[in-house]
């Protein structure tokens, strides 16, 4: 992957916004088995994460996606991600 290249093309962005991307990047990185990921290790890295982190990890693949594949659509929509599970308070009597 090209990370390095990514990250420095990035505007507009805090630089906790930038750290972050970065590191999701390297997570995935170390997840795939090939030089780039394809929409199936993307799907398998992604649904890894549980609801509180995954639009974070999610913002930062797409926005490598976009650089990295340039005029090929996101091929996921908001659904393609297993739904978040809701934890239940749970009421003592």
Same mark, same amino acid.
């Given at each position: 992957?090209?990370?390095?290249?990514?990250?420095?093309?990035?505007?507009? #962005?805090?630089? $906790?916004?930038?750290?972050?991307?970065?590191?999701?990047?390297?997570? #995935?990185?170390?997840?795939?088995?090939?030089?780039?990921?394809?929409?199936?290790?993307?799907?398998?890295?992604?649904?890894?994460? $549980?609801?509180?982190?995954?639009?974070?990890?999610?913002?930062?693949?797409?926005?490598?996606?976009?650089?990295?594949?340039?005029?090929?659509?996101?091929?996921?929509?908001?659904?393609?991600?297993?739904?978040?599970?809701?934890?239940?308070?749970?009421?003592?009597?």
């Amino acid at each position: 992957m090209k990370i390095e290249d990514f990250i420095k093309t990035i505007q507009g #962005l805090s630089d $906790n916004t930038r750290r972050a991307y970065e590191q999701t990047l390297w997570q #995935l990185d170390s997840f795939i088995k090939t030089d780039e990921p394809t929409a199936n290790d993307i799907q398998k890295f992604l649904n890894t994460f $549980n609801a509180s982190t995954l639009h974070r990890h999610k913002a930062g693949v797409k926005a490598y996606w976009e650089y990295r594949f340039k005029g090929t659509e996101w091929p996921f929509n908001r659904r393609s991600f297993m739904a978040p599970r809701q934890i239940l308070p749970r009421y003592v009597n």
